[in-house]
Every structure is written in C-alpha cells, then in structure tokens.
C-alpha cells in the first residue's frame, strides 16, 4: 500500500519534471523550425518525431497550447491556408526571430553545462 | 398590479423558452444538422467540436433558464435583461472559443498533404470602406452649422420619420453603426471561419458605401436638402441591386 502510493508520487513527479523540462524545449524547437519556414502543426508534429524517434512529441493539445502562448508573447503568427477545409500554418514574427537569437545563446549556455557536468562524472 | 404580473410573466417565459432551447439543442449535440445548434464554420466542418460545443451551449443554456427563472421573482425587469443579454453574450464567446479550440486541436492530427495559401488582401478594401467614414466626417463638419439640433435618424416604411435625437448623438451612433462593415471586414480576414465573408469583401464595400451615403442622405433631409422620397428610392434601389446581385451569386455558385 505504502509502495503503491510512492510510486504514484515518483509517476506525478516525473511527470511533472518531464512537462517542466519539455515545455520550454518544445517553445525552442518550434521556433527553430519556423525559421526555415511557415509550418502547419501537423508539420511540426512530424518533425519532432522524426527528430527524435517518436520520443519527444507533444500531445496535439500540448502542441496547440504551446502555439497559442507563442502567439500571445507575439513570437508566432498563424493564418490560414486552404486545403479540403481550413488549415491553421505557423509563421515566425520579427520579434520571434530576434528572441530566437537569444535562445540560442541561451540553449549553447545550457548545453555547455551539462557537457561539463558530464565531463565531470 | 397588471403590470406586475406582466413583468414577471415576461421573464418567466423568457426563462422557460432558455431551458426549452437548451433542452433542445443538447438533444442534437451529437447529430450536427443546419437547423439547430451552434452553427458556425468549424462546427460544420468538425463533428467533435460540433458535440463539444453544442454539449456546452445546451447546459449553459440550461442553467441560464433556471437561473434567470430564481432571479425572475427577485430582479427588476432591467436588471433582469442586463443578466440575460451578458448570458446569451456570454454563450456566444464561449461556444465559438470551444469550437474553435477543438477544431485547431483536431487540425493538428490531420495530415497535411497539398494546400494553397489563400491570400485575401483585405487591406485596401479595408481603407475604401475607412475613407468613406473619413468623407461623411468632412460632410458632417460642413453642414452641421445648418442642422437642427434635434434631427430625425429613422424613417418609418411609410417614409415617416419616428425617431428623433440630439443632433450630437445621432451622428455619434452613426458614426458607430459604420464601423460595423470595417469591423467585419478585419475579422472576417482573421477568422475566415467565424465571419465566412471574406469571399465578398466588394459586395461588403459596396453595403459600407452605400450605407454612408444613406446617413448623408439622410442629414441632408434634416436641412432641408432633399425630400424624404429619395432616401426612400435609395433604399429600395439597394435591396434591389441586393436581391439581383444574390441571385446571381446564388446561380454562379461553385
């Protein structure tokens, strides 16, 4: 019983963790993307996926709150585009591009303290 | 005495077509149809977010009835109006948002294969329609020495006129009134599926033109310029060319 209920505290705290971690990573990949181009959601979906094997995909709830906090920050801008019906595409604005650069530095931060870390153990 | 039951059975009505009309649409929330429910284009196009939202509006239009039917003993007949217009507002922005939110969510899922970008420049009819607003101000600061300072703003069928108002706020509300076309017109350009106009963004041009021409028309009766009759003759010209130009929308259609 007492098993039970830590592995449920473990479960919601990686969950936590997981989302926490993620969040901010989906923001910066999306962003990357869109650089090279206006993208559908499914679109971005796709690519996360072939990047990473199928592990690191958000949920297409995920994704469209990802998008819209994107576009309320004033990163992304969306329009529509015509297929059998209606298509929402992604496009990056001029302040998404100029926060994109610092990301980047901030991303290069990040990864040059793991390598250390790593380096260390 | 009269009165007071005549309130009060206008309100228990209103009360009970609510829970009748919510009853009704959330028998049909899962079988999408033209004639009842939330009708809007991602509610056409989506099954799910015709059950989300059609779920939603029949329960809140549900709870509103009931709720308005407690309040009925107790509010006066303006306050009760005031609750019941910000409920039906109220219905209307939450079902499209949740209409909309399950449309995007479904969008997602759905592979991508072949689309075109559909640009509609909405912009210079956007600032056609603008200039005319921008033409009638000019109009207004030239005659308005010559206006009344009450002047009649509605004409009955019979060419008429039966209302009257402060020259001030007249023009005010209709200063207001044409902002309704360029409000649509940016909308529609946003939310092709919300305000589907953006196909007939002339035709809503010509509607603006012609609406700030009447308004002219209009001050001008008010000094005297012109009679009654040519508003009137305006007016029946226009829902005419409507009733053709419809038609033959109706019969090009694709």
């Not at chain 2, 209103?14 to 899962?30: C, D, P, Q, R, W």
């Not at chain 2, 033409?135 to 009344?148: G, M, Q």
């Not at chain 2, 300072?149 to 039966?162: C, E, L, N, R």
């Not at chain 2, 044409?178 to 919300?194: D, G, H, N, R």
Request: charged share 20%; glycine share 6%.
């Amino acid at each position: 019983m007492y098993g039970e209920l830590n592995m449920d505290r473990k479960d919601r705290a990686i969950r936590k963790f997981r989302k926490e971690l993620r969040s901010g990573v989906y923001s910066y990949l999306i962003l990357k993307f869109l650089k090279t181009g206006e993208l559908h959601g499914y679109a971005i979906r796709k690519l996360l996926e072939e990047l990473s094997c199928g592990k690191f995909v958000p949920s297409a709830g995920a994704l469209y709150d990802i998008l819209k906090s994107l576009q309320k920050q004033g990163l992304v801008e969306s329009f529509w585009v015509m297929e059998t019906r209606p298509r929402k595409c992604y496009r990056l604005t001029n302040l998404g591009e100029e926060v994109l650069v610092e990301a980047e530095k901030e991303v290069r931060l990040i990864g040059e303290i793991l390598n250390k870390l790593e380096v260390k153990e | 005495m009269i009165e007071t039951i005549n309130v009060f059975s206008v309100e228990l009505s209103v009360s009970l077509i609510l829970i009748f009309t919510g009853a009704i649409v959330y028998a049909f929330k899962n079988k999408p149809n033209p004639y009842v429910g939330v009708r809007i284009g991602y509610t056409y196009l989506s099954e799910e977010a015709w059950k989300k939202a059609n779920t939603f509006a029949g329960i809140f239009l549900m709870l509103s009835g009931f709720a308005l039917l407690l309040l009925s003993a107790i509010l006066p007949l303006i306050v009760y109006l005031a609750v019941f217009l910000s409920l039906l507002l109220s219905l209307v922005v939450l079902s499209y948002t949740i209409a909309k939110k399950v449309y995007e969510i479904e969008d997602i899922k759905v592979p991508v294969t072949n689309y075109r970008v559909e640009s509609v420049n909405y912009k210079p009819y956007l600032i056609l329609q603008l200039i005319s607003i921008f033409i009638y101000i000019i109009f207004v600061t030239v005659v308005w020495d010559k206006l009344p300072s009450t002047i009649a703003v509605h004409f009955s069928i019979g060419g008429k006129p039966d209302i009257y108002t402060n020259r001030f706020y007249g023009i005010l509300a209709t200063l207001v009134i044409m902002l309704v076309v360029p409000a649509l017109t940016f909308f529609s350009s946003k939310e092709p599926l919300f305000v589907n106009c953006h196909r007939n963004l002339g035709f809503l041009t010509l509607i603006q033109w012609f609406v700030v021409f009447t308004m002219a028309l209009v001050l001008l009766y008010n000094i005297h310029f012109v009679s009654v009759e040519t508003i009137v003759a305006v007016c029946i010209g226009f829902v005419a060319f409507t009733v053709v130009w419809t038609f033959w929308l109706w019969k090009n259609r694709s």
